[in-house]
């Protein structure tokens, strides 16, 4: 069956600090790849996404490059900041505009 | 306001009480997902809805549940005789179509459905 399986939380960093969370997945054909995230009280959140093969989604200084040797799609941050306190999932799709496979969810918690 | 939305945001509901959950999609919005949402969890795939079809039910727990989207616009989720399991945060989702999607689901906020 189709699956992923990414990094348990909470993650307490400090602003300023570089961001990992790690995101793999198990899926029949070629899934897309997303990255959502949950901001306290409102909605989920498309944050990124890639749908081929080392293809990188980036959007609000965060990054992630989809690789298929090792079936996984970590999101990256450079310096986080205070506003990123969120909850993230990442996600995949094996059929183009099809359901969406979440992970559990890394609830990140970034402080001053 | 042009994003999806949903009603009620809350609801509780007595065990074996039938509830109503709403969802109106961005207009124009050509696929319809409902989720649910269990607490400290992903969200967990329920039905699919292409206009007034519905494709897929497959993720729908037990037969007390049923969704419909009668005109392909709003869609309605439906939970006959209510149980605690029911409690969790029920999600809608909306996508235009594919040449223009870019495999892009649009949330909703949720409806917190709690049942006592």
């Known amino acids: 069956g189709n699956s992923v399986t990414q990094m348990e939380g909470p993650v307490t960093l400090s602003e300023e600090a570089f961001l990992t969370i790690n995101c793999t997945y198990t899926?029949?054909?070629?899934?897309?790849l997303f990255w959502y995230v949950q901001y306290p009280g409102e909605g989920l959140q498309l944050l990124l996404k890639?749908?081929?093969?080392?293809d990188k989604g980036s959007n609000k200084g965060f990054e992630a490059t989809y690789r298929k040797e090792t079936t996984s799609f970590h999101l990256e941050k450079g310096s986080v900041q205070v506003s990123d306190s969120a909850v993230y999932f990442c996600?995949?799709?094996?059929?183009?505009?099809?359901?969406?496979?979440f992970g559990k969810g890394t609830s990140l918690l970034v402080t001053p | 306001g042009a994003g999806v939305s949903q009603s009620p945001r809350y609801k509780v509901a007595k065990r074996g009480q039938d509830v109503a959950l709403r969802c109106d999609p961005i207009s124009g919005h050509v696929s319809l997902f409902w989720y649910q949402q269990a607490l400290g969890q992903g969200p967990e795939f329920l039905t699919y809805?292409?206009?007034?079809?519905?494709?897929?039910k497959s993720g729908l727990p037990s037969d007390r549940f049923f969704a419909e989207r009668p005109e392909g616009s709003v869609s309605t989720l439906k939970i006959q005789r209510t149980q605690q399991e029911d409690s969790a945060v029920y999600l809608c989702a909306s996508s235009p179509p594919l040449r223009l999607a870019g495999y892009e689901q649009y949330f909703g906020p949720g409806t917190r459905l709690t049942v006592t």
């Open positions: 996600a995949l799709s094996v059929n183009s505009g099809y359901a969406l496979n």
């Open positions: 899926a029949t054909g070629y899934p897309s």
């Open positions: 890639a749908t081929k093969a080392d």
């Open positions: 809805f292409q206009n007034e079809a519905q494709l897929d």
